[in-house]
């Protein structure tokens, strides 16, 4: 997600969100159909590269700017806070898959892995981030994360 800066507001381009969760989402469907764990880590790489360092220098992220480009899609900007939170939550979940299949319950793995492909898809379909409404939900009720 590369970080635009209008007035005091940090916004980033939807399309490029869309894209990024499709490219994590087809990551998933790949270890899903291999059992290959390294898939796993590669996407873990990438998307705590692309949440806790910096922003837009990911593999996918890079790709999802090219498709972009390629396919001249129309900026769409959004607020830039939901995306982040949905992308910390991510990059946590993503880990605890990790750290359940290197402990061999497969199962659970899985079936997180499973959740998280779902919102990936319905993100990249449906533009519906179920973690953005979480967040939006929050912030109706006042409810301030300040640890992100």
Known sequence: MSETT???????????????AGLVFFMMLTYLLTENSIVLYLLLGDMFIDTYIST?????????????KVSV??????????????SYLGVNLLLGIVILNLLGYEVYSLSLLLIFAFWKLIEATQNICFICCFFNLLKRKNIILESL
């Open 6 to 20: 209008y007035g005091e507001k940090h916004l980033v381009d939807e399309n490029q969100t869309r894209i990024y």
């Open 73 to 86: 899609l129309e900026e769409k900007l959004v607020a830039i806070e939901s995306k982040k939170f949905a």
């Open 56 to 68: 837009g220098h990911s593999p996918l992220s890079m790709t999802s700017k090219l498709i972009i």
